[in-house]
């Protein structure tokens, strides 16, 4: 009896199963909502269900689709205020100042990295760069190399290597696995490992004492340094040997290369203007000058002072397509433009431009060239090259930063880009210059 009633219930089980099978086989077919339930509408981005009618946009009832605002569809560090941003990072003694690129260069926060007692000022900044393998900001300063990491903004290493040697101006390597940076104002540069901080050889520069500025070459093989003196020294990074050195008729200032790394622009004392040398003759081969109206005499007059770091100006930049060259004329307070599609650079007026009057020490190209940052507080847009914009900290007030850095961060708060310090040629913004001549027959210039 109780096998028949077993067989029993076994065929009425099949039979349940067989009459529900389609059911559940169709059921398994729709999409699941937030809610994990089985959806015979439409989908919203919140991955909530509409019917179909809701979801039917007419002219009597507008319709749509609402946001994903669920956050495990998302990057775990997203949510309402989360996505990629463009953040502008100034260093200032003891802190870096962070704003917002597009959101009129709104103040974000401050991030320590130096705890000194009040009686003591902090050390001087030098440098700053960034890395995006590592995500990490270094910073330089008169006795320090600081690490910060970027998602946590905690200090990652700080190292101060041989006493009164660390530290000036430095570069990333291309891999983000090096640092290469200058000595403070002696005769050689250290390679850097850029997660440790740890020192991997050196560079010696010895016809180059006083080291201060530099660059590397686009593919991280060649050191270009430069001290506060006459004789430049370049270096394989590899191998630390000279491959060169370069004197120029008084001393080096800020300098920048073109975007392959055959020709360096330079400021020099006592020269309105820059010098232009060739890397592969190793000479000087030019030295533009601003008319001497604009400044010889105010310069001669040794009882006027400017901002120049003891020179008629301090910073030049290239735009990364080697278009333009700009310089910032510190006697009156302008930064000249001069075309660079030519023979030579020509100074071009109509497009050079007034600063807020405060002291403009250096130049720094934002991300893909759009805007361009004065050590005055001024932001330009490079095309129109007209003042959009100043930079101020929480208090409202000018900030005077020669260490500044335009990064664009993904959702996850990892540098997604970041431009170099210096205003260099960038080989790819190169190349797409030389693809519009040929379209156009022209320069490639605007």
């Known amino acids: 009896m109780k096998r028949k009633q077993a067989l029993a219930a076994a065929a009425s089980l099949t039979a349940l199963a067989l009459l529900t099978t389609p059911v559940q086989a169709q059921r398994s077919k729709l999409p699941l909502d ?33 946001g994903q605002s669920d956050p495990r569809l998302q990057d775990p560090v997203r949510g309402f205020n989360g996505g990629p941003k463009e ?34 000022s902090p050390e001087s900044i030098s440098a700053m760069m960034t890395d995006p393998v590592t995500n990490m900001v270094y910073v330089s300063t008169r006795g320090h190399l600081v690490a910060i990491d970027l998602l946590t903004e905690r200090v990652v290493w700080s190292k101060a290597y041989e006493p009164g040697t660390c530290c000036e101006r430095g ?47 686009a593919d991280g093989k060649v050191d270009f340094a430069a001290p506060n003196g006459v004789t430049m020294t370049i270096a394989d990074v590899d191998t630390g040997k000279t491959i060169k050195t370069i004197t120029f008729p008084d001393h080096i200032r800020v300098f920048v290369i073109n975007h392959d790394g055959s020709k360096i622009y330079a400021n020099l004392n006592n020269l309105m203007g820059f010098a232009i040398a060739d890397v592969k003759s190793g000479k000087v081969e030019k030295i533009v000058e601003e008319p001497g109206e604009m400044w010889k005499a105010k310069w001669a007059d040794a009882n006027r002072v400017f901002y120049g770091h003891g020179a008629p100006m301090h910073g030049i930049a290239l735009t990364p397509d080697d278009c333009e060259v700009w310089i910032p004329d510190a006697i009156n307070n302008q930064v000249l433009v001069y075309d660079n599609d030519g023979p030579e650079p020509t100074l071009d007026l109509t497009k050079s431009f007034k600063t807020n009057g405060a002291p403009n020490g250096w130049i720094t190209m934002g991300l893909d060239g759009e805007r361009a940052y004065m050590a005055s507080g001024d932001v330009i847009d490079v095309k129109t090259h007209k003042v959009i914009a100043q930079v101020r900290d929480e208090y409202g007030r000018h900030m005077d930063s020669e ?31 030389q693809a519009r001549a040929r379209r156009t027959g022209g320069t490639g210039c605007s």
């Not at 260093?91 to 000194?116: C, H, M, Q, T």
């Not at 940076?181 to 560079?203: M, P, Q």
């Not at 260490?403 to 990892?414: A, L, V």
């Open 34 to 66: 937030a809610n994990g339930m089985p959806c015979r509408g439409v989908l919203d981005g919140a991955h909530q269900c509409i019917t179909p009618e809701e979801a039917t946009s007419t002219p009597e009832h507008p319709y749509r689709p609402a």
């Open 87 to 120: 953040l502008l990072y100034a260093a200032v003694p003891g802190s870096i100042v962070v704003l917002d690129v597009k959101n009129n260069y709104d103040f974000v926060k401050r991030i320590p990295f130096e705890w000194e007692p009040a009686p003591i």
């Open 171 to 217: 570069e990333v390597t291309p891999d983000g696995l090096h640092l290469v940076v200058g000595s403070d104002l002696k005769d050689f540069h250290r390679v850097i490992n850029a997660r440790t901080g740890e020192v991997e050889r050196i560079i010696p520069t010895p016809l180059s004492m006083y080291n201060h500025n530099m660059n590397l070459s």
């Open 403 to 433: 260490k500044m850095q335009d990064i664009q961060f993904d959702g996850r708060g990892h540098v997604a880009r970041v431009e170099d310090q210096f205003s260099v040629g960038v080989p790819a913004a190169y190349a797409a210059r």
